[in-house]
Nanobody, 121 residues
Framework: QVQLVESGGGLVQAGESLRLSCTSS????????MGWFRQAPGKDREFVAG????????NYADSVKGRFVISRDNPKNTMYLQMNNLKPDDTAVYYC??????????????WGPGTQVTVSS
């Protein structure tokens, strides 16, 4: 059973920062590349950032490159997304999921509850 819980979202103004967390059970996290996704109202869910199991390789969607930083703490089964210089277009529900190595798609069909990020102009 997939166990993923996202947290850290909130309402901020443009230019501010937020740090999201994704916690999971060891079975859901250990040994896997992981990624962040987001879904804005009326839009499809899209890839935001990914990180390998050891954390040496990361990749980002062009829309967030240079502003967001993905990281993970494997002993804590936790992944993070530091979001800086937020823009209104970043408003979405943010989710985490396992990703196949080198790919930008979700591996598991099931998703956690997500965490809402709202950026006002």
């Amino acid at each position: 059973q997939v166990q993923l819980v996202e947290s850290g979202g909130g309402l901020v103004q443009a230019g501010e920062s937020l740090r999201l967390s994704c916690t999971s059970s060891g079975r859901t996290f250990r040994g896997f590349a992981m990624g962040w996704f987001r879904q804005a109202p009326g839009k499809d869910r899209e890839f935001v950032a990914g990180i390998t199991w050891i954390g040496g390789n990361t990749n980002y969607a062009d829309s967030v490159k240079g502003r967001f930083v993905i990281s993970r703490d494997n002993p804590k089964n936790t992944m993070y997304l530091q979001m800086n210089n937020l823009k209104p277009d970043d408003t979405a529900v943010y989710y985490c999921n396992r990703i196949p190595p080198g790919q930008r798609v979700a591996y598991w069909r099931d998703w956690g509850p997500g965490t809402q990020v709202t950026v006002s102009s």
